[in-house]
């Protein structure tokens, strides 16, 4: 019910700032909770961040709080992650994923719907 296409990834030296984008199709995606997970080579995948359906619940993994937010505009069905102080570290494929949920989840077996991804490379 759900299609979901990342962009805005790329590559930024160390310090610097990104801003990803989830284009998300279907009226319905309103409802739905959003995640942001990452996947580096010979690594899992982890969860990065995540908003409520209605965008009033965040949370962030512990590496990310105080750079990175979620955000959301449900009249575009378009969810951001703002990636600010990038290291090296955040260097990965970038997912959104959705839920029909309305609390966030940080396992990724929870979500039904992934994106193709977007690679983020930060330079040292």
């Known amino acids: 019910q759900v299609q979901l296409v990342e962009s805005g990834g790329g590559l930024v030296q160390a310090g610097g700032s990104l801003r990803l984008s989830c284009a998300a199709s279907?009226?319905?995606?309103?409802?739905?909770?959003v995640g942001w997970f990452r996947q580096a080579p010979g690594k899992e995948r982890e969860f990065v961040a995540g908003?409520?359906?209605?965008?009033?619940?965040?949370y962030y993994t512990d590496s990310v709080k105080g750079r990175f937010t979620i955000s959301r505009d449900n009249a575009e069905n378009t969810v951001y992650l703002q990636m600010n102080s990038l290291k090296p570290e955040d260097t990965a494929a970038y997912y959104c994923?959705?839920?029909?949920?309305?609390?966030?989840?940080?396992?990724?077996?929870?979500?039904?719907?992934w994106g193709q991804g977007t690679q983020v490379t930060v330079s040292s």
């Open positions: 908003s409520s359906w209605s965008g009033g619940d965040r």
């Open positions: 279907g009226r319905t995606v309103r409802m739905y909770t």
């Open positions: 994923a959705a839920a029909p949920s309305r609390v966030i989840s940080i396992v990724a077996s929870e979500y039904d719907y």
